[in-house]
């Protein structure tokens, strides 16, 4: 959240706050280890700023959904909660082909790991994760309405 604007509604404490609220009720969890715990902490990230996302968008109504260039989606994917569905839907259709792909993204996107520590998280090597990282991207991209890649 670094690069959202300062008046945004949902603030950075507020999310750590409610992530750790719905990991600490999560009992059931094995934990293996700090990167098991980084990967679980990201997909609650990501579920609760679509949510926020979505109840945002259902407030507003204001039309369809547009598509943006995945490169501009971190800079608007919560001040526009339109732009974080649409990546949230085109993940959604990327984890069905490429579940770790999506995971890769999903882990540098909204749980700012870096490539090393995904690749702890994953147990496959760092450059395997720039592969995944490269090959999400170009999919996204073509699905986020970029075209062609």
Not at 81 to 91: C, K
Not at 124 to 139: F, G, L, P
Request: proline content about 4%.
């Amino acid at each position: 959240m670094r690069g959202e604007r300062p008046d945004h509604t949902l603030q950075p404490t507020a999310l750590v706050n409610e992530a750790y609220l719905r990991l600490t009720h999560k009992d059931r969890i094995d934990w293996k280890s700090r990167a098991h715990f980084y990967a679980v902490a990201c997909a609650e990230m990501r579920r609760i700023l679509v949510d926020h996302a979505r109840h945002r968008a259902a407030a507003k109504r204001g039309g369809p959904v547009q598509k943006i260039p995945l490169e501009d989606a971190a800079a608007y994917c919560t001040s526009r909660p339109e732009e974080l569905l649409a990546l949230d839907d085109a993940l959604q259709q990327l984890a069905e082909w490429a579940p770790r792909a999506a995971r890769v993204v999903e882990m540098l996107f909204f749980g700012g790991l870096t490539e090393a520590e995904i690749a702890e998280v994953l147990g496959i090597s760092v450059r395997t994760v720039k592969r995944d990282w490269s090959a999400a991207r170009a999919c996204l991209y073509s699905q986020m309405g970029g075209g062609a890649v």
